[in-house]
């Protein structure tokens, strides 16, 4: 259990703060997560896709959570200091237009690619959000088609 946590914290850690948590309402989340796969593990459940299990169970936490607070706010920008101010403006720019982007992409869609940022298989994707393998596919097609276009501008 210990190992499974340390290799998924960092992980679950970055998923949970594209739901605009803070980090210390994420790292709540994580130790929810991880007691409720002791608790899983402890009645004999199964222990198939841990990985897979964790990501749901933190997904859905995080989604009661945001409910709570309500709102989905964006993702803090990072600025790079090595760049001129002409090449931050260009970079801030694009950045607004693939938030933008972001922000109207449903909120599934958003799920599917911050899961994938983080390595999960379309299968573990699919477990993760309780969706079908093809259309976890063409969520993330139709989503990284969209983002595509904004960075071209």
């Known amino acids: 259990m210990i190992e499974l946590f340390d290799q998924l914290r960092d ?8 739901f605009s948590l803070t980090v210390a309402d994420s ?3 994580i130790q929810e997560t991880f007691l409720a796969l002791f608790l899983h593990l402890r009645c004999g459940k199964s ?3 841990l ?6 169970v933190a997904h859905n936490l995080a989604l009661k959570h945001q409910r709570r607070r309500r709102g989905f706010e964006s993702i803090p920008e990072s600025v790079n200091p090595a760049l001129n101010p002409e090449e931050l ?5 694009t950045q607004k ?6 922000r ?3 909120e599934q869609s958003r799920c599917c690619l911050y899961l994938r940022a983080e390595g999960l298989r ?6 993760v959000l309780d969706m079908s393998l093809g259309s976890v596919a063409n969520c993330l097609e139709r989503s990284l088609v969209l983002i595509g276009r904004a960075a071209e501008r």
Not at 89 to 93: A, G, H, I, K, L
């Open 97 to 102: 237009r693939l938030m933008a982007v972001m």
């Open 47 to 49: 222990r198939h896709n």
């Open 11 to 18: 992980r679950l850690l970055r998923y949970l703060l594209g």
């Open 51 to 56: 990985s897979g299990w964790l990501f749901r």
């Open 104 to 106: 109207t992409l449903p």
């Open 27 to 29: 790292e709540d989340i």
């Open 89 to 93: 403006f260009e970079t801030n720019e």
């Open 122 to 127: 379309y299968r573990e994707i699919a477990e």
